[in-house]
């Protein structure tokens, strides 16, 4: 195993990159997790310390160990239905309620944080078994900062361990064929997505407005400035009345613009406007997004 | 708190399953092959069976067919956990009435989330 000394100095540097890059802070209390996920990156660069890794990028700022680096530091756990109970206040809840305020049979999905796409499909499931939401048009766009996520997502194939973490046996009947030792998601649940590498501090390409949106585990990564500036992002993005899904543990403010949900946990609802929403006003005018502040 | 029936003949794997369910908080029991859990279900049916596929005396699909023959008014939820780990084998589980279906090898967080999605935890 590479022998990794602990280097304070260098995780220091490396948890900047991560904040520069993407927003997201580790704190002192969380830097061990550097080192447990740098350590694939070290071995497969023939590396043997994070400083060794600090000089190698220094050395070239602009190559692609830095981006892979980044990467690595990210955190890409995920399941399908992760937390149980959300997706199923979403089927028998959320979905029919949206169904029952959509005039035109539309409904669109994002997924801000979507890691390996697991979420992403777990909903697709769900939309497929919904029969509010039969002959409606359904889109989901799936975003991440993650490159390597989104690739994985968009491939659609998972290890059979991931498949037995949460994946109901009759779902996997339904909508997977085993590819070798894995499994592949059938095309029909991959073309109601659309995944794209996006950070939800510069969503510039998610356009919205959306009906529902699922932000789970993501705000917390963020300090109070990126995160307020998050919730920004979601509310431009969320029409009236959309619904907004967060991790176990997340809260927001009145002030951003959502109210919780008495009835349902982790769940808000976007503040009914006078008018449209803000990006329903923009794209209305033709105005463009304002441009996004540099992150560092 | 809700009992499991571990119907395994491997020991080993009674051993480990045992751990990670009691960590879960779950009471329970074992058998190593499917005439002696067969017992044990007339004596008390369990919330939940996780069951082998390969056995000696009888396979894990004819315990649950013999099983079903029971007629118990609270039948118990069927977890198999089997290396059978082909879409036919799924299948033919699921049509002959397992609840969910766990594919060797396993570990704590599948077990959880199959007990979540048959509802015992």
Same mark, same amino acid.
């Given at each position: ?296 | ?12 794997? !009674?051993?480990? %399953? ?16 499917? =005439?002696? #859990? ?31 023959? !029971?007629?118990? %008014? ?16 799924? =299948?033919? #589980? ?28």
């Amino acid at each position: 195993m590479t022998k990794l000394p602990a280097s304070g100095a260098a995780a220091g540097r490396l948890a900047d990159l991560l904040s520069r890059e993407t927003g997201q802070t580790l704190s002192e209390a969380r830097r061990w997790r550097i080192e447990t996920s740098l350590r694939p990156l070290l071995r497969a660069h023939g590396l043997h310390t994070l400083d060794d890794l600090v000089r190698a990028i220094d050395r070239d700022p602009a190559g692609p160990l830095k981006a892979e680096a980044v990467d690595a530091m990210l955190n890409h756990e995920s399941s399908f239905f992760r937390d149980l109970a959300v997706f199923q206040a979403i089927e028998t809840v959320v979905l029919p309620r949206l169904a029952s305020t959509i005039a035109d049979r539309r409904l669109r999905i994002w997924c801000a944080g979507c890691s390996t796409g697991q979420e992403a499909y777990s909903l697709a499931m769900v939309v497929k078994r919904t029969p509010a939401l039969e002959g409606w048009t359904v889109s989901i766009e799936a975003s991440d900062v993650s490159a390597l996520a989104i690739a994985k997502a968009k491939q659609g194939r998972y290890s059979q361990m991931d498949m037995q973490r949460g994946l109901p046996i009759s779902e996997l009947l339904r909508w997977f064929q085993p590819v070798g030792k894995e499994w592949q998601v059938a095309d029909e649940l991959r073309q109601m997505v659309t995944f794209r590498q996006d950070n939800i501090l510069q969503a510039r390409r998610a356009c919205g407005p959306f009906d529902l949106i699922l932000c789970r585990n993501v705000l917390f990564y963020f300090p109070e400035a990126q995160r307020q500036q998050a919730c920004s992002e979601l509310a431009l993005r969320a029409r009236p009345g959309a619904h907004l899904v967060l991790g176990a543990g997340e809260m927001l403010g009145a002030e951003t613009g959502f109210t919780a949900c008495r009835d349902l946990s982790c769940i808000y609802v976007a503040q009914a406007a006078s008018g449209p929403s803000t990006l329903v006003r923009r794209a209305q005018t033709q105005a463009p997004l304002p441009p996004h502040p540099p992150l560092s | 708190m809700p009992n499991c029936l571990i119907v395994d003949d491997s020991k080993v794997i !009674r051993k480990v %399953a045992r751990h990670i369910l009691e960590s879960l908080d779950l009471d329970v029991h074992e058998a190593q092959d499917g =005439r002696e #859990a067969l017992e044990m279900c007339e004596d008390q049916v369990p919330d939940v069976v996780l069951l082998d596929w390969n056995m000696p005396i009888m396979s894990g699909l004819e315990f649950l067919k013999e099983l079903s023959r !029971r007629n118990f %008014a609270h039948p118990p939820k069927v977890i198999f956990c089997t290396t059978e780990n082909g879409v036919d084998h799924i =299948r033919a #589980a699921v049509d002959a009435g397992a609840d969910e279906y766990v594919m060797k090898p396993f570990d704590r967080d599948t077990l959880e989330s199959k007990l979540q999605i048959v509802g015992v935890l």
